[in-house]
């Protein structure tokens, strides 16, 4: 089962890619469709654009990790306090689940969560915020950091690093065609006439609205069943349901929203970085990038039975 996770998840990283570069090359045939641009220089916009698409998406590929550190703000710490028992507490599910111990970073923030990012589990990094660092008891800290490893070990972060570049440039081209068509990008000469030019500006209109709703759906697509999975291989790790349980309670009912997260970061966290989508609504739920938290606690702690005879985390082995 697990193995087969992982193959779906490698084969559906290269599908995201493939989609990715095909409707960026869309996307510039509707720019030059909407632009009334002549044949040669559509050929050329196409051209750049698919290049641009294949640039990004091996940006995406090798480089996403480090982007997503940056843009939240995390910086790995040294192994010695106060960050000693951090890295021991990595290392110990590390070996567990059987994967290289990732690099170990830290957010300063006061609002409690963590991420992990990486193309493979050989190049893969954990951070968690200062503010988790403080509120969580070290079996609740050790049922976070097992949930992150196992999103490591089922090649979960490959898809997720790599939807971060590609959300961020959906969100930025859908800017860039609101911005053409509203402040008449598209000149007179080249627009045509009658129902023809009404038909050019309502696809420019479409396209900006369909870009960030390809990339919110994107996230919701890879989101939520890889949380429910993640929760239940962190359970085999640590062997105590009620660490994660416990722990997904805390950050939940803290009401502080991070500082550096981003909507093409928010499906990284273990939990959602936004203070309002902790609210419960039918419509909040449903457009959130995380499962109901109530639901992904109940399941958690609906497998404590499996383990009620296990030892409280790796530690107390």
Known sequence: MLYDDIRRNKRNSFLIILLFIGFIVFAAWVYATTMGLSQGESVSIL????????????????SSASIAL????????????????????????????????????????????????GRNPE????????????????????????????????????????VVV??????????????T??????????????KGQGALILIGFLFAIISPIIAKLIQL???RQRE??????????????????SALEKIVKDDTRMIHAGTATAHLYIASPFSDEKEKSFFKEW????????????????LFGAYSGAAAGVSGK
């Not at 051209?47 to 090798?62: D, E, H, M």
């Not at 995390?74 to 689940?97: C, D, F, G, S």
């Not at 503010?131 to 008891?137: A, D, I, N, T, V």
């Not at 068509?181 to 009658?194: A, E, T």
């Open 287 to 302: 457009f959130s990038t995380h499962p109901d938290p109530d639901k992904r606690i109940g399941k958690i702690r609906s």
């Open 166 to 179: 590609f959300v961020g440039l959906l969100a930025m081209l859908g800017d860039i065609f609101q911005r």
């Open 228 to 245: 429910y999975l993640a929760d239940a291989s962190a359970i085999e790790l640590t062997r105590y349901p009620e660490g994660l349980a």
């Open 181 to 194: 068509i509203r402040f008449g990008g598209i000149s007179n000469s080249r627009r045509g006439s009658g």
């Open 70 to 117: 940056l843009m939240s703000g995390a910086k790995e710490v040294p192994r010695e306090n106060p960050y000693l028992e951090l890295h021991r507490i990595v290392e110990n599910l590390a070996i567990t689940a059987g994967i290289p111990k990732p690099k170990v970073c830290v957010i300063e923030d006061i609002s409690p969560n963590a991420f992990a990012t």
């Open 123 to 162: 190049n893969s990094a954990v951070a968690v915020t200062t503010g988790l660092l403080k509120m969580l008891e070290k079996s609740e800290l050790e049922g976070v950091i097992a949930h992150e490893l196992s999103h490591i070990r089922n090649f979960d972060i490959r898809m997720g690093t790599i």
């Open 47 to 62: 051209g750049v654009s698919g290049a641009v698409a294949f640039v990004s998406a091996f940006v995406g590929y090798y």
């Open 221 to 223: 697509a890879m989101s």
